[in-house]
Every structure is written in structure tokens, then in C-alpha cells.
């Protein structure tokens, strides 16, 4: 069984400064990890997304995540926030391929509050 | 533009109705699923369907049923509406499991529902 967990559900920073959010994750067999963002009242929007191939991932809004196999971790960061990043954020991680056929596996989830 | 459709947007239920929620997909995905969010539980997969005429129960099952019509519809259905059943549920599809740079997800708007 594979299963995320997020490192605090409310993490509050000051614009400009940088923001972590932690993605630790557990999977018997090697996983694709995705950071997605939730605006309020909104779907999910995919951020970024590991897959193959290079461990530092960039995704949109600036945003990036290293996958590091060793502490099993897919940490979120942004060197400089901005009050539009004020979201929740979504850890998740799927099997590639087999018979779990892509099934996402989401952490709690993450609010992000950005101060002036 | 190409997406995921869900119908309706919100909906209020009282204990022990029956509804039918609706997902389409217009981009020819084979793999679709069912999703409730709850705070704090991050998303919950309820149901998945890996290709059309195949379903399959995910971590939350329990009270729902599913069916896939097409390739492009995959409806989930309360028989009997209970208050726990309030939240916010996601519908999503998926591209080909194990394709790398192709593969994604992409989730529709969310359903906001209620059971009084």
C-alpha cells in the first residue's frame, strides 16, 4: 500500500519570503509524486509532477519539488512567495503502472497563508 | 474546452434520497475516478474505473455505486443519502498509466453536496 503524509496542515509565511511544504511518502514499488493547488471553491490544479528522469522538478507559479529517494521525501518549495500562492496544497503519489492502474494516493493537505 | 464536465454543481439531499452524480471527459482518457474530499482527509478515492466496462471499489466504497457508460461517462450514484456522505466529491480521468511526460490527471470542478 503506498500513502503520503504532509508535515503540518497550516503553514503561514510573509510575502517574499521562501515557502516549504513537506511531502514525505511510503510506496513498496518506485513512485510518481504530484503537488497539486486547491483555490478556494475551485478544482485541483496540477503544480508539478515526478515522474522519470531529473529528481528536480519545476513546476508552475515558480514553484519547484526534488524527489529524494533516499528520505523518501517530495518537498514543495518557492523561493519567494506571493499573496496569490494563499491556496491548500496537495501531496499525492500513484504506482507506475501495474494493478493499480494510476489510482492517486493524496496526503491531508496543506494551507498556505501568506502575510503582507 | 476539453476537460472534465460534473453535474451538478451543488445539491442538497435529506436523508435516504438517492442521486446520480455525472463526470464526461472529452480527451479520450481510458481511466476515470471518483474522489471525496473531507478537511483534513485530503481526497479519498471511492471508485475507479481503468478502462470502459471495468470498475473497481477504492479506499471508501461503502454506500455508492458506479457506472461506466462510455469511455467518456462515469457516473457515481447514492442510493440512500446518509449525512456522512456530505462533502465535496472529484470526479478526474487519466491518461495512459506508464507513459511518463503523458501522464497526468485532470479533475473536474467538484460536486458540493449536502445530505441534511
Known amino acids: 500500500a503506498q500513502s503520503v503524509t504532509q508535515l503540518g496542515s497550516h503553514v503561514s509565511v510573509s510575502e517574499g519570503a521562501l515557502v516549504l511544504l513537506r511531502c514525505n511518502y511510503s510506496s513498496s514499488v518506485p513512485p510518481y509524486l504530484f503537488w497539486y493547488v486547491q483555490y478556494p471553491n475551485q478544482g485541483l490544479q496540477l503544480l508539478l509532477k515526478?515522474?522519470?528522469?531529473?529528481?528536480l522538478v519545476k513546476g508552475i507559479n515558480g514553484f519547484e519539488a526534488e524527489f529524494k529517494k533516499s528520505e523518501t521525501s517530495f518537498h514543495l518549495t518557492k523561493p519567494s512567495a506571493h499573496m496569490s500562492d494563499a491556496a491548500e496544497y496537495f501531496c499525492?503519489?500513484?504506482?507506475?503502472?501495474?494493478?493499480?492502474?494510476?489510482?492517486?494516493?493524496f496526503g491531508q493537505g496543506t494551507i498556505l497563508t501568506v502575510h503582507p | 474546452n476539453a476537460g472534465v464536465t460534473q453535474t451538478p454543481k451543488f445539491q442538497v439531499l435529506k436523508t435516504g434520497q438517492s442521486m446520480t452524480l455525472q463526470c464526461a471527459q472529452d480527451?479520450?482518457?481510458?481511466?476515470m475516478y471518483w474522489y471525496r474530499q473531507d478537511p483534513g482527509m485530503g481526497l479519498r478515492l471511492i471508485y475507479y474505473s481503468a478502462s470502459e466496462g471495468t470498475t473497481d471499489k477504492g479506499e471508501v466504497p461503502n454506500g455508492y455505486n458506479v457506472s461506466r457508460l462510455n469511455k467518456r461517462e462515469f457516473s457515481l450514484r447514492l442510493e440512500s443519502a446518509a449525512p456522512s456522505q456530505t462533502s465535496v466529491y472529484f470526479c478526474?480521468?487519466?491518461?495512459?498509466?506508464?507513459?511518463?511526460?503523458?501522464?497526468?490527471?485532470?479533475f473536474g470542478s467538484g460536486t458540493r453536496l449536502t445530505v441534511v
Open positions: 478526474a480521468s487519466s491518461a495512459f498509466v506508464g507513459t511518463g511526460d503523458n501522464y497526468g490527471y485532470t
Open positions: 480527451m479520450n482518457h481510458n481511466s
Open positions: 515526478y515522474t522519470t528522469g531529473a529528481t
Open positions: 499525492a503519489v500513484s504506482k507506475a503502472g501495474g494493478t493499480s492502474y494510476g489510482k492517486l494516493t
